[in-house]
């Protein structure tokens, strides 16, 4: 595996202050870090980021969603409210390139760390922020997580059965979609500044980023003038047949597969009914045309469905897939952990960890030059106090020790 | 409203060429025009970009999905097929930073600006592809669509009802998703080209992108061993309650809101039980804890419900957030595009266009110093041909005039 995984080098040298804690601001300094970014996050000694305990108050055992968003970072415990801390954290301020947090509304100003504060140190930083909703909006003092900031932007009124209530998307956009919406925005502050050396205040809104990728429904409303709906598997607004998933064998509750024609490519219905023989309909004419096939769409789906049901997922998607038609097997977390192409790929990459069973985990999906970013542990709470210390501010050893007396860093 | 818009000039200078279509591409690059680039599209004379027309063969009536993913961009029609068009792109590329496709497997190769091809010409440059399964992947050969991408990619397994089949998120991160991860790593490579001038190649999977959006549910899987599930409106493998979404008045179809209460947070409970006038509820040992709540969920839930079954979603959202707890109204298109607070902060934009009517849609989300990036029209097939031409090339209007008579630029 090793030959398609190296370390990416795009941002050697940029020192990222990381405030972060669970998902949203995590995973963009996270994207950060595995384009080589130097990442300290700062954590409280007692328990550290929030995210490294989903279940508080009991052992540290379920580092997983804590690997998720935190590899290759590191990890430098102070105490914020001793004043040798919060100075070594301002000292930190003057060095670092980026400062990024998402805590709850006006916690960091509390924390005195507010965007004038850390201006006034660092002129040059980019200080980049992540709440729920935002400045000037009615709820901007609201606490958000994913399924908030999803519920009011969008996503959950259009995803269901269309006769069913809203649902939620079993994925994070809320959070790590916000993320990736704020780490673009640094990296745009960051070529500017190669010129400028000039800082900026980021701030984005986790129910503002849903509309975002909400988009293709805001085009149906503009086209409809109404609200986008919810169309199950098919895509509302979107007059095409077939299209949708279909039962495979042997039945499970995945057992499934999306097959899509194109109205673009009139020929994929008829090389759709050759794989799945049923050559006799071809040139059907109550099936002949888009239309045709949309305002008889039951009996379509269930000429299909009456082969999917005899084929695996896997094989439908082969054989559908290699007539040129779009066709994708509804896989599974399970399954995708033990498809071994992702690891050959180094998409997946197994997180090594000093005191953790070794993980297999997603890494950053894109490539460079054929390679992937490598995965690095995620830190131990404090593990580079030390080290971040010396290499940030030249303190030494014995400075270091009479801070850790202080209880100022752990 | 304009006060709290400008013009973003991060990547002033950048210059991009662009043969994406659709959205997984176009998304990425528009991205990088609301920071500042030169984005400038390479279209057929003819069509276009597809996604200018989701109803083939019917007229350009339909403008909404193409102005989503391609405002703030130029276009320039060239026949790839002339020799002159052929060497006039060849020239652009000379000139660009960033050039990027997502093009059908093959198909670039099959144009003749494979990456070997432009790397003789630029070897600056930084090279960006999007496709559908990962290079090496059995699929690498085969369609996708953002649909197809999301079923391959795990998201459908973990959205809809328990007992359900699988369902599709509404939401194109299939598309928009990955070219977020796609803009991110051309970011990292622009930065670190200012010090380097080298080019590199980028590659993502659209499958492979689903996975970075799946990593809660990869967590799950690690904790458990199993197949993360789906679970409705709650998150399943996160054991609280009450959290989920509760029907509210007048009861239409998106006439919800989402509560969660906070497992760190155990104060909530009894928070909004006051909130919904449940007092005699607070220590009533049926649900004093997390553990205890999660067992009588169905009657928790339904306490709660005979309350914001009085209540509209607004209402309820408003009482249940300003006491500290998390809440969220199911929010659809129609009530986010009436919505004036959004415009207010520049979230919402109106986009005026030479041809089509004014319409309103979501911009870049995030604010630099307070301020909105300015939505600009997408453009028309072929507008800035001349002007791209003289810009990049210094060709004056007989050269131009010549290349059209030729039939090699539009």
């Known amino acids: ?91 930190m301020i003057r060095k670092a390139d980026v ?16 965007y004038d504060v850390v201006k006034a ?56 979609g916000t993320g990736m919406l704020m780490a673009i925005t640094i990296l745009g502050a960051l070529y500017k500044r190669r010129e400028t050396g000039e800082g900026h205040r980021l701030q984005v809104a986790m129910q503002d980023a849903m509309l975002h990728y909400m988009r293709v429904n805001f085009a149906t409303q503009g086209r409809t003038g109404t609200a986008a709906l919810r169309g199950s598997s098919k895509v509302p607004g979107v007059t095409n047949a ?9 039945g499970g509750s995945n057992d499934y597969v999306y097959i899509m024609t194109s109205r673009a490519n009139p020929e994929h219905w008829d090389r759709l009914l050759t794989v799945i023989e049923r050559q006799d309909l071809i040139g059907d004419a109550r099936y002949l045309t888009p239309a045709d096939r949309v305002e008889r769409e039951a009996e379509v789906d269930e000429v299909i469905a009456a082969w999917t049901r005899g084929q695996s997922k896997f094989d439908a998607m082969q054989k559908v897939g290699a007539a040129g038609i779009p066709a994708g097997a509804v896989l599974d977390t399970d399954e995708l952990n033990s498809d071994i192409t992702f690891e050959q790929r180094g998409v997946m990459q197994t997180m090594v960890h000093p005191v953790h069973r ?12 054929g390679k992937a970013t490598r995965i690095k542990a995620s830190p131990m709470l404090g593990e580079h106090t030390d080290q971040v210390i010396s290499d940030w501010l030249g303190l030494n050893g014995a400075a270091i020790a009479a801070l850790k007396t202080d209880g100022a860093v752990g």
Chains 1, 2 share one sequence.
């Open 1 to 91: 595996m090793s030959h398609s995984v190296t370390d990416f080098t795009f941002l050697q040298g940029v020192k990222v202050i990381d405030f972060t804690q669970f998902e949203a601001g995590p995973s963009c300094t996270e994207s950060l870090a595995w384009l080589g970014a130097d990442v300290v996050k700062i954590e409280n000694p007692k328990m550290g980021d929030p995210g490294r305990r989903l279940r508080p108050n009991e052992p540290d055992t379920d580092p997983y969603y804590f690997h998720m968003f935190n590899a290759n970072k590191k990890s430098v415990a102070v105490n914020l409210k001793s004043p040798e801390g919060f100075n070594l954290v301002k000292d």
């Open 121 to 176: 140190i660092n002129p040059g930083i980019i200080y980049a922020q992540v709440k729920g909703f935002g400045e000037g909006s009615p709820f901007e003092k609201n606490l958000a997580f994913d399924m908030i900031a999803q519920a009011c932007g969008g996503t959950f009124s259009v995803t269901g059965e269309m006769d069913g209530p809203p649902t939620r998307p079993g994925v994070t956009i809320g959070d790590t």
């Open 99 to 114: 400062m990024m947090e998402n805590f709850a509304p006006g916690t960091i100003e509390r924390l005195g760390l507010s």
């Open 358 to 369: 070794p993980f297999k985990m997603p890494g950053w999906p894109v490539r460079v030059d």
């Open 242 to 250: 077939p299209m949708g998933l279909y039962p495979c064998a042997p």
